[in-house]
Nanobody, 128 residues
Framework: QVQLVESGGGLVQPGGSLTLSCAASGFTLENYAIGWFRQAPGKEREGISCISGSGTGTYYIESVKGRFTVFRDNAKNMVFLQMNSLKSEDTAVYYC?????????????????????WGQGTQVTVSS
């Protein structure tokens, strides 16, 4: 069965870094684009990044460009999100998700775009 498990969250000071992991099982990772979303209390789930099945196509929302980097290790069936220069507004539960196709489509940042497979989320708290 399809399963996605996020890990790597925690408490970090502003300006610090974290790398989140998304471990996939039940499917061949390289055949699917993978997205990262986050959700803060009282806020809608927000798409922040998408990486194509091959890893050659990566996309970010403007607020994280230059700070976050998504990459994947298809041999290990894992996707990562490296987060640098973290800000308090990055505080949220972070989720990975699987799309229907190998490419990141134009609506990748919409929560309705993925297949419906989500991990349990990992909490990232940025605070001094």
């Amino acid at each position: 069965q399809v399963q996605l498990v996020e890990s790597g969250g925690g408490l970090v000071q502003p300006g610090g870094s974290l790398t989140l992991s998304c471990a996939a099982s039940g499917f061949t990772l390289e055949n699917y684009a993978i997205g990262w979303f986050r959700q803060a209390p009282g806020k809608e789930r927000e798409g922040i990044s998408c990486i194509s099945g091959s890893g050659t196509g990566t996309y970010y929302i403007e607020s994280v460009k230059g700070r976050f980097t998504v990459f994947r290790d298809n041999a290990k069936n894992m996707v990562f999100l490296q987060m640098n220069s973290l800000k308090s507004e990055d505080t949220a539960v972070y989720y990975c998700t699987r799309y229907w196709h190998r490419l990141c489509l134009r609506d990748w940042d919409q929560w309705t775009a993925p297949s419906g497979y989500w991990g349990q989320g990992t909490q990232v708290t940025v605070s001094s």
